[in-house]
């Protein structure tokens, strides 16, 4: 549940994003070095995009940092003023950065997004197909149990077939299928399996325990291997 009284700044802050926030614009995957795919990253509509002005992209970075520490310490309803506390920042900087609560999760779910990206590219250039894709998969299925709450409120926000949704959604196909294309070249993988397919069955394990999960993605990745004729 949100906190009502976080929902409005104090009478001090300003609530307009800064001219530097609106005309940039935030992507998530768009980093990894993997060619066309991150090239052709889908830019994430959101509210407040990262400035580009250094000392204000710092106090950005700090509150997204705090942020995702205190939803992850005491969830998504953790008050804005806490936040601020957490990042070093005064109150009005926060509602400067962030006029609402859902223009701050959808900062911390593109951070979680990217990061979650930039691991499928890491790991295809650091590991063996199989091994890469085996790696991507656990990792994601922790991030699933840990945000579930995080992209539940923002899609209360948004809706779920909202366009930031839609693009976080391509930027994270285009990483799954890399991680799924080598495979497949490799032999590791049945040609006729879906990327799509198999991260609905990893956003299952979202309420199970991490060991539950762990022999879940186990189960999967063997049922991705080729059949013997």
């Given at each position: 549940?949100?906190?009502?009284?976080?929902?409005?700044?104090?009478?001090?802050?300003?609530?307009?994003p800064?001219?530097?926030?609106?005309?940039?614009?935030a992507?998530?995957?768009?980093?990894?070095?993997?060619?066309?795919?991150?090239?052709?990253?889908?830019?994430?509509?959101?509210?407040?995009?990262?400035?580009?002005?250094?000392?204000?992209?710092?106090?950005?970075?700090?509150?997204?940092?705090?942020?995702?520490?205190?939803?992850?310490?005491?969830?998504?309803?953790t008050s804005?003023?806490?936040i601020a506390?957490?990042?070093?920042?005064?109150?009005?900087?926060?509602?400067?950065?962030?006029?609402?609560?859902?223009?701050?999760?959808?900062?911390?779910?593109?951070?979680?997004?990217?990061?979650?990206?930039?691991?499928?590219?890491?790991?295809?250039?650091?590991?063996?197909?199989f091994?890469?894709?085996?790696?991507?998969?656990?990792?994601?299925?922790?991030?699933?149990?840990?945000?579930?709450?995080?992209?539940?409120?923002?899609?209360?926000?948004?809706?779920?077939?909202?366009?930031?949704?839609?693009?976080?959604?391509?930027?994270?196909?285009?990483?799954?299928?890399?991680?799924?294309?080598?495979?497949?070249?490799?032999?590791?993988?049945?040609?006729?399996?879906?990327?799509?397919?198999?991260?609905?069955?990893?956003?299952?394990?979202?309420?199970?325990?991490?060991?539950?999960?762990?022999?879940l993605?186990?189960?999967?990745?063997?049922g991705?291997?080729?059949?013997?004729?």
């Amino acid at each position: 549940m949100r906190a009502p009284n976080d929902l409005q700044p104090p009478a001090e802050a300003t609530p307009t994003p800064p001219a530097e926030a609106q005309a940039s614009t935030a992507q998530a995957c768009g980093t990894g070095p993997v060619g066309e795919s991150a090239s052709s990253a889908r830019a994430i509509p959101v509210t407040c995009a990262r400035p580009t002005r250094a000392d204000a992209a710092r106090n950005y970075d700090l509150l997204v940092t705090a942020a995702r520490e205190a939803f992850a310490d005491h969830g998504t309803s953790t008050s804005l003023e806490e936040i601020a506390r957490r990042a070093g920042v005064g109150i009005g900087t926060l509602y400067r950065r962030f006029p609402t609560r859902t223009a701050l999760l959808e900062a911390v779910y593109v951070d979680e997004i990217q990061s979650v990206c930039d691991r499928a590219y890491g790991f295809s250039e650091e590991l063996p197909p199989f091994e890469a894709l085996s790696a991507w998969l656990h990792s994601l299925a922790s991030y699933a149990a840990s945000k579930h709450t995080l992209a539940s409120e923002l899609m209360d926000a948004l809706g779920k077939d909202s366009e930031f949704f839609k693009a976080c959604k391509v930027n994270l196909r285009d990483a799954a299928d890399l991680l799924f294309g080598n495979a497949k070249q490799a032999g590791m993988v049945r040609d006729d399996v879906q990327a799509m397919d198999v991260l609905r069955l990893i956003s299952a394990t979202h309420d199970t325990d991490a060991d539950q999960a762990a022999r879940l993605i186990n189960i999967i990745l063997a049922g991705l291997r080729p059949q013997p004729n």
